[in-house]
């Protein structure tokens, strides 16, 4: 176990820091995260729409959900290309880039015209259906633009102004752009959308599998955060099969059928009760813990956790490089998402098929309004009681640990306050003697 623990706190964990640090991934993140408003605009809408089913006088505001949370592939077709030109230092053509990173995403979405001259193309594609097109439209727009941009036609003390240069050194790059668009698109009639989704439909479909939804939740919600890895590491990939499920789980309903996809961000609302790695069990062993260390740590990291955010409980119990709590913590990293998936694949509780990113409201709460229904709540309530089970054997350990370290270092003090008491008294009593 130590070599193990060595090996992943010197090798493995700055690895995948670095990984995390690289500008291209960090770009997909950054760019999902910024779309994240138009996201929680279709919560809104989920959670006006449950409030309908009790007060039908309410007005209908689904829709919204579709000019939001619908148009979500067009933002990231902006956003990305926009994000990666301003993470490589070449912000003075970005604003460009994500107009290029648009137009492309237009083109490969392969539009028809009729006979009116009217842009005909599905509205799904414009929303979590076209989010592999955006991430490749705008991906390879960034590359093209990133490349370009290292040169210019103009010398630096050019005494033309910047807007001029930005309009002829993006000239090319952008047309470049747009001509393999048209290329593929008009000339070989070939669907760069249609090629993009049957190359990640498998991986897809990993993702969404009982192995899938269980190892993805794992590794990015327990076992990476127990070595001090940003869980965000892993997001570009996971948003991408939880978006799209999501998604495809709401076009499901909207056209009279049942959803089927499990592994969205809404499923695993129902298991991160406390955060990652379902830890609020923890948090309110720490309020009684024996060592007064743990007790504070429990008082501080209490109302944090009841909002679902942990990072002050994994760092400071510490839960990271802490193998006492780091096992159960990697034991509700597995049982959580398997106890999850077998509740909605059985049809125990309802599969989430609105959007629904009010992840910080208390859990049972979220249970609730992820589902629809009751069972929500009471799937939370069953996956905190197992919880509670599996952190408590592990937690009495650490914590009699924790009382003995602070009875040692009380007794330490101890010692050293008495050896500077009786030099005290010594130094006194020669004084006297002295005198």
Wanted: glycine residues 6%; charged residues 15%.
């Amino acid at each position: 176990m130590k070599k193990f623990m060595d090996w992943m706190t010197n090798v493995f964990a700055p690895k995948m820091n670095k990984l995390a640090r690289n500008p291209w991934l960090a770009a997909v993140q950054e760019a999902i995260l910024a779309a994240m408003p138009v996201i929680l605009i279709g919560s809104f809408a989920t959670i006006f729409s449950i409030l309908r089913d009790f007060i039908p006088q309410l007005p209908d505001i689904s829709k919204l959900s579709d000019f939001s949370f619908g148009l979500l592939s067009i933002f990231l077709a902006y956003l990305i290309p926009t994000t990666v030109m301003e993470k490589k230092k070449h912000k003075k053509t970005s604003k460009q880039t994500g107009m290029a990173g648009i137009a492309l995403f237009l083109m490969v979405i392969y539009p028809t015209f009729d006979e009116g001259g009217n842009f005909i193309v599905p509205f799904a594609n414009f929303g979590t259906t076209g989010m592999l097109a955006a991430l490749v439209a705008g991906l390879f727009v960034a590359a093209v633009m990133n490349q370009f941009a290292k040169h210019s036609f103009f010398k630096e003390d050019t005494a033309l102004p910047d807007f001029i240069t930005v309009w002829f050194d993006t000239l090319l790059p952008i047309t470049l752009c747009l001509i393999v668009g048209w290329l593929f698109t008009f000339v070989l009639e070939i669907s760069i959308f249609d090629v993009v989704y049957q190359i990640f439909t498998p991986f897809l479909a990993i993702g969404q599998s009982f192995w899938g939804f269980v190892i993805l939740n794992f590794i990015g919600y327990a076992f990476l955060y127990t070595f001090g890895i940003s869980t965000w590491i892993i997001y570009p990939i996971t948003s991408v099969i939880c978006l799209q499920g999501i998604g495809d789980n709401m076009s499901a309903v909207a056209a009279g059928n049942a959803p089927v996809f499990i592994n969205t961000g809404e499923a695993a609302n129902l298991f991160l009760i406390g955060g990652g790695g379902t830890t609020l069990a923890l948090a309110i062993m720490l309020l009684f813990a024996k060592s007064k260390k743990l007790k504070i740590i429990g008082k501080s990291t209490i109302v944090p956790s009841i909002c679902n955010i942990n990072e002050p409980l994994v760092f400071g119990a510490p839960v990271a490089f802490n193998p006492m709590l780091m096992v159960p913590m990697w034991i509700m990293g597995l049982l959580a998402p398997i106890i999850t998936w077998f509740a909605l694949d059985w049809g125990l509780v309802p599969i989430p098929a609105q959007t629904f990113n009010f992840w910080y409201l208390p859990s049972p709460i979220v249970g609730f309004l992820v589902t629809g229904s009751i069972a929500g709540t009471i799937l939370v309530l069953l996956i905190f009681a197992v919880s509670w089970f599996v952190y408590y054997p592990f937690f009495k350990i650490y914590d009699k640990q924790c009382v003995t370290e602070e009875e040692k270092e009380f007794e330490k003090k101890e010692k050293a306050l008495n050896k500077k008491r009786n030099r005290k008294s010594e130094l006194e009593d020669s004084m006297e003697g002295e005198v």
